[in-house]
């Protein structure tokens, strides 16, 4: 079993910045694709980004791409996305995943988080 915990979401203005932390325990995740998925109200959870297990491929979606960095430490079993330039459409609440194939596709991941909000002002 893995248990994730995201944390660092919060309320920050358009052009801000904030970083999410996933704090694995339980079972090591040193082997495994992280990714980051989102929920804003009334939508369905979309893929963010992914890392592979051994960080050497990332991917993002293109709503994100420039904007987001995915990033892991391994000896910390721990993901972080750091968001820049943060905008009113990136409100929603975020979730942390694991699982054995790097995929944008939420299906593919067996791990999942509680989510951590962010709310971005205008």
């Known amino acids: 079993q893995v248990q994730l915990v995201e944390s660092g979401g919060g309320l920050v203005q358009a052009g801000g910045s904030l970083r999410l932390s996933c704090a694995a325990s339980?079972?090591?995740?040193?082997?495994?694709?992280m990714g980051w998925f989102r929920q804003a109200p009334g939508k369905e959870r979309g893929f963010v980004a992914a890392v592979s297990w051994d960080a050497g491929r990332t991917y993002y979606s293109d709503s994100v791409k420039g904007r987001f960095t995915i990033s892991r430490d391994t000896a910390k079993n721990t993901v972080y996305l750091q968001m820049n330039s943060l905008k009113p459409e990136d409100t929603a609440v975020y979730f942390c995943a694991s699982g054995l194939i790097f995929s944008m596709y939420s299906r593919m991941y067996d791990y999942w988080g509680q989510g951590t909000q962010v709310t971005v002002s205008s």
């Open positions: 339980g079972r090591t995740v040193s082997n495994r694709a």
